[in-house]
């Protein structure tokens, strides 16, 4: 299999990385997906860094045993703040990407000077984070928030969810930030982004919304170039038949109708469990 037969592969706790497949895909139409979704270790926020690090580092050798690749996105914050750089030791030369907090480009839309982060309760309390807040919003006061009842939320409920219960799933973060005076709120779990719509609405005015998935698609599209001259070497019109887009789950459990339906609403393959 050459390179341009390869399909991108994105991996996460759970389904907060599909709106990142989402966008890589608009900006690589002629490339194939594959995504992972971790239902045997989800969640990853309340658990220990030593737990999630050698979880990713199996579920990711599983994934590169059972696809071919032709690079891989963590698109998981938690994830790729604590096994990314592993990971790239391990597999040196092999594209691989991961997701930061957009603290940088909020500290610089902020005009009051205060930003409010919301994550997983070990994003926000990780040694790296402080380290990307001093380095990239050192003029901010940054608001910190832990949201597991969200992230909960988007896995278990977002597809049985009316618009109202939506918002209020995100209202008592926003409300939390606003009230202390952010003006740019961060969504720093990629759960988050199945909700971006409500965020807005609910901030209103008040505060703008911002999230990573621009710069991670940008930085797949350069790594890709890099690696393969180009991130696609041949015109997919030349190729016989693209590959499926497929979805696959960890465990041996069956594929649930809620990653049914996610797996159908991103218009991937329901592929069974590696």
């Not at 926000?124 to 832990?146: H, I």
């Not at 497929?246 to 991937?268: C, D, H, S, V, W």
Request: aromatic share 8%.
């Amino acid at each position: 299999m050459n390179a341009n037969d390869r399909p991108i592969a994105f991996m996460d706790s759970g389904v907060g990385g599909l709106p990142y497949l989402a966008m890589a895909r608009d900006k690589l139409p002629n490339d194939s997906f594959v995504y992972l979704a971790d239902r045997a270790g989800f969640p990853y926020g309340p658990k220990p860094a030593s737990v999630i690090i050698d979880n990713v580092r199996r579920i990711v050798d599983r994934l590169m045993k059972k696809t071919e690749l032709k690079a891989l996105v963590i698109a998981c914050n938690t994830a790729s703040q604590l096994a990314l750089e592993i990971l790239k030791a391990e597999y040196p030369g092999f594209p691989i990407v991961g997701t930061i907090p957009a603290v940088k480009p909020a500290a610089e839309a902020s005009k009051a000077g205060v930003i409010g982060v919301v994550a997983t309760q070990s994003t926000v309390t990780a040694p790296f984070f402080d380290e990307l807040v001093k380095s990239k919003a050192g003029s901010c006061k940054v608001l910190r928030r832990g949201d597991a009842a969200l992230v909960d939320f988007i896995e278990r409920r977002f597809l049985a969810s009316g618009k109202e219960e939506r918002l209020a799933a995100v209202k008592p973060a926003v409300d939390s930030f606003l009230s202390d005076g952010a003006d740019v709120i961060v969504l720093a779990c990629t759960h988050f982004l199945h909700v971006y719509e409500e965020f807005v609405e609910m901030a209103g005015s008040k505060a703008l919304i911002v999230d990573s998935r621009e710069g991670v698609s940008k930085r797949l599209v350069e790594l890709l170039a890099a690696s393969y001259n180009s991130p696609a070497e041949k015109p997919l019109a030349t190729q016989k038949e693209k590959l499926p887009d497929r979805m696959f789950l960890t465990g041996t459990a069956p594929f649930e109708p809620i990653y049914q339906g996610f797996a159908k609403a991103f218009n991937l393959q329901a592929a069974g469990s590696i």
